[in-house]
């Protein structure tokens, strides 16, 4: 298949093999056009968080932080399973330093954007500090047994 460029007449095509995969992030309103322009001309397939995706010594990790996420701002900000894919795991545990690499670096920027697009500057602060504790905490992916009901 080939398209005939406006102006300058020249043919265009794109070999049958080649697939264009794009990521877009729903919650960014500043590109609202954009999305809608894309979402007339390609098809879109949504991929939600797979925690089955994420390395066995984390998954416990990734689904305390997502249900964090769930319950504070929603769906559409939750964290993929790609952050936790890479992770180097020893012995079957994650270490803190780790936990802390990954936090820092990938998973902090992106939630103190959303927390701050919700959340006055305090309260953003408070939510994020809540969310690393979940994260790196000394559980290391075991649930901890705080509950003293019983």
Same mark, same amino acid.
């Given at each position: 298949?080939? #398209?005939?460029? %406006?102006?300058?007449? !020249?043919?265009?095509?794109? %070999?049958?093999?080649?697939?264009?995969?794009?990521?877009?992030?729903?919650?960014?309103?500043?590109?609202?056009? +954009?999305?809608?322009?894309?979402?007339?001309?390609?098809?879109? $397939? &949504?991929?939600? %968080?797979?925690? =089955?995706? $994420?390395? /066995?010594?984390?998954? !416990?990790?990734? #689904?305390?932080?997502?249900?964090?996420?769930?319950?504070?701002?929603? *769906? !559409?900000?939750?964290?993929?399973?790609?952050?936790?894919?890479? #992770?180097?795991?020893?012995?079957?545990?994650?270490?803190?330093? &780790?936990?802390?690499?990954?936090?820092?670096?990938?998973?902090? %920027?992106? +939630?103190?954007?959303?927390?701050?697009?919700?959340?006055? *500057? &305090? /309260?953003?602060?408070?939510?994020?500090? &809540?969310?690393?504790?979940?994260?790196?905490?000394? =559980?290391?992916?075991?649930?901890?047994?705080? !509950?003293?009901?019983?």
């Amino acid at each position: 298949m080939f #398209v005939r460029l %406006p102006y300058s007449k !020249d043919f265009f095509t794109i %070999p049958s093999n080649l697939f264009i995969i794009g990521t877009m992030n729903i919650t960014d309103q500043s590109i609202s056009k +954009l999305d809608i322009a894309l979402r007339r001309r390609f098809i879109f $397939v &949504e991929i939600k %968080p797979n925690h =089955n995706l $994420v390395c /066995e010594a984390f998954r !416990d990790k990734f #689904v305390e932080l997502n249900q964090f996420i769930l319950e504070n701002l929603g *769906e !559409d900000y939750l964290i993929g399973h790609s952050y936790f894919m890479n #992770v180097n795991v020893r012995s079957g545990k994650i270490s803190k330093s &780790e936990k802390e690499r990954i936090f820092n670096q990938e998973i902090e %920027p992106l +939630l103190r954007e959303y927390l701050r697009s919700e959340y006055d *500057e &305090e /309260e953003s602060e408070k939510k994020l500090k &809540e969310a690393k504790e979940i994260f790196i905490g000394e =559980n290391n992916g075991e649930k901890s047994n705080t !509950d003293t009901n019983g």
